[in-house]
């Protein structure tokens, strides 16, 4: 929506600087010549795509090209430059040009006087994730940031057509990007399109429904005869119809679930579609099935939060340094949470499964130590060097901005709910901040804040900024009984008496128990035991391989054991007591005895009636 009406002073010089710069130099982006890709596979066995790209020179005497360092939505430093191989230029006559690598993901290239220069390259791709590159003999997944070399020079104002030659063997590709005049040929209207804008090629299963009156495909690369597509397309639908209905409008043409079966879950949101991962037995069980529905909530839920609502320091991007943003708890933690909640609401999870969900998100952050060091905030804006850096200490130092933030959507959700009387909730919040901030600039903490503030009136609106304070910038406990108050819940142990607790995280390898993780303030951390350690026997009963969990469930908390180990070849005994697993005692269900009016606001929220 169009914001501010009465020009200011400020507004006034941006003006003036804006001539300023048109008259100076570059021309309109309709004027800037396009860059065109060709993409092809000759050898695809071999793990390879091969890139010719044609660069309009627009008479300068030298271009610099630059390959992306990082992907959007996935916070480290990839360095893709590492995988491009045997980079050469010519002109238009075929004559080569002189290429100086000017940093590691920079190219320079002596035009020679040509209008256009050629570069070939090629690039190994043979990193199964949703932000790298495949390529083998059955299908190719080709991402942009770690393929298409472009201008460092106005990249963002430049169209870039890429057309895509298929292995004889492969029927068709498919991408978000804008469909070009012939098969197989794309363009995106600038770089940040063309980098959010993967493409897969092979013989997919594809299903086609519809939401809001726009299509919708669900792109499946090796189903192998055992991952059910009609079922998870089927549920799909159902989900994206719900996700839809809440944001009240479709804001894209159409939207592709490109789903790649056979490796360990991960997703990645773009603007009409998501690139996901997921197991091959993944449809085989009620959990896996689960787990795939829910990535592909989130995913599509931040078609909406995280693509066009975003903090503002995430886009137009820089894509070759670290961005940092404090509001990643936002971006992926509500976006989790609603997720989640989706599933309820969209009737794909039971009520029991969605509160199993949730009480998982809430074990989860309450049995992690690192959420006594690490504010949210702050985990949002070391993402890059704690979340996507972890090591076996990350559980003591830091806290989850996707677990944290889903706990906080939470209990922010039904505090909204009550301190307005059930007239508003965090979907309120959520719209409203869609149509504050979906447009060019984004949003800061302060809007948030603010919006958060405008939706529970002024009544409250102090109060749950200090509480959304207290939540975002500390690491004060969160409290969970107005929440569980509100809608009627109780958070209780599951069944069975607590089990006793040491506070390792082992492995096991080559038939020894070894530990590979110590939380912090634990009985293990406070007897000594260090990383590395093989335990060997308890109460002197040698440990079979793996057997670690079963074994101490022997025990209640309070028990004091001796435990057997190895250290660096050295035999050592310790004494231990047992403590009471903190993962005990979150689960979320609803009261016994609650009210008639409780249990319409469980119902209410888990359906998201307007
Ligand atoms: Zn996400």
Redesign the pocket.
């Known amino acids: 929506m169009s914001r501010a009406a009465t020009p200011t002073t400020r507004s006034l010089r941006v003006v003036v600087a804006a001539l300023v710069l048109l008259c100076g130099g570059e021309a309109y982006a309709q004027t800037l010549e396009p860059i065109s890709y060709t993409v092809s596979f000759p050898a695809p066995h071999t793990h390879y795509v091969e890139i010719e790209a044609s660069f309009p020179t627009e008479g300068k005497t030298q271009i610099e090209l630059m390959m992306a360092v990082w992907t959007p939505?996935s916070y480290l430093i990839r360095e893709y430059e590492r995988n491009v191989e045997a980079l050469t230029a010519a002109d238009q006559a075929r004559v080569p040009l002189t290429v100086e690598k000017t940093r590691k993901n920079r190219w320079r290239i002596s035009t020679n006087g040509a209008r256009t220069v050629w570069i070939r390259y090629r690039v190994y791709a043979h990193e199964m994730s949703v932000r790298t590159n495949w390529v083998d003999d059955e299908f190719a997944l080709i991402n942009g940031a770690p393929t298409f070399i472009t201008l460092v020079e106005s990249p963002s104002r430049r169209v870039h057509r890429v057309r895509v030659m298929l292995p004889r063997t492969w029927t068709r590709s498919v991408s978000g990007m804008t469909a070009g005049p012939a098969d197989n040929t794309y363009i995106a209207p600038d770089y940040d399109t063309l980098v959010d804008s993967p493409i897969v090629a092979g013989s997919p299963s594809v299903y086609e429904f519809s939401v809001g009156g726009k299509p919708h495909y669900l792109v499946n690369f090796r189903e192998r005869g055992v991952w059910n597509g009609p079922q998870a397309a089927s549920d799909l639908a159902k989900i994206a119809e719900t996700i839809a209905r809440f944001w009240g409008d479709v804001p894209f043409d159409r939207f592709y679930f490109l789903n790649i079966i056979g490796s360990a879950k991960n997703?990645l949101?773009h603007r009409n579609a998501t690139v996901m991962n997921i197991p091959l037995d993944a449809t085989s069980t009620r959990d896996g099935y689960l787990d795939w529905l829910n990535l592909a909530s989130?995913?599509y839920f931040?078609a909406w939060s995280?693509k066009r609502l975003r903090p503002v320091e995430l886009g137009p991007f820089d894509y070759e340094n670290e961005v940092y943003t404090r509001a990643l708890w936002f971006?992926?933690g509500i976006?989790d949470y609603y997720a989640d909640l989706f599933l309820a609401r969209s009737g794909v999870a039971t009520r029991d499964e969605y509160l199993d969900i949730l009480s998982e998100q809430i074990r989860s952050l309450q049995t992690t130590p690192g959420r006594l060091e690490q504010s949210v905030e702050q985990a949002s804006y070391d993402a890059w060097i704690k979340y996507y850096r972890s090591d076996e200490n990350t559980p003591n130092t830091s806290i989850s901005y996707y677990v944290k933030g889903a706990v906080i959507g939470f209990l922010l959700d039904a505090d909204i709910r009550r301190l307005t009387a059930g007239s508003k909730s965090l979907d309120d919040v959520m719209r409203a901040l869609f149509v504050k901030f979906s447009g060019e600039r984004g949003f800061s903490g302060a809007d948030v804040r603010s919006v958060v503030a405008d939706v529970v009136g002024a009544t409250h609106a102090r109060e749950v900024r200090a509480w959304l304070d207290r939540a975002l910038e500390t690491t004060t406990e969160l409290d969970y009984a107005d929440a569980t108050n509100w809608l009627g819940l109780r958070i209780t142990p599951p069944a069975g008496a607590p089990r006793g607790y040491l506070g390792v995280v082992t492995q096991s390898d080559d038939g020894k128990t070894i530990v590979t993780g110590i939380r912090r303030g634990s009985p293990a951390a406070s007897a000594g035991i260090s990383l590395r350690d093989e335990i060997t026997a308890i109460n002197g009963d040698p440990l079979p391989e793996g057997q670690l969990a079963q074994r101490l469930a022997r025990f209640s908390p309070g028990a004091k054991v001796t435990l057997a180990m190895t250290r660096a070849g050295a035999p050592r005994t310790v004494d231990i007591v047992l403590a009471v697993d903190p993962g005990h005692g979150w689960q979320l269900s609803p009261l016994p005895d609650a009210t008639a009016t409780q249990s319409q606001r469980l119902d209410i929220w888990l359906a998201q009636k307007r």
């Open positions: 939505g997703g949101e989130h995913e931040h995280g971006v992926e976006t």
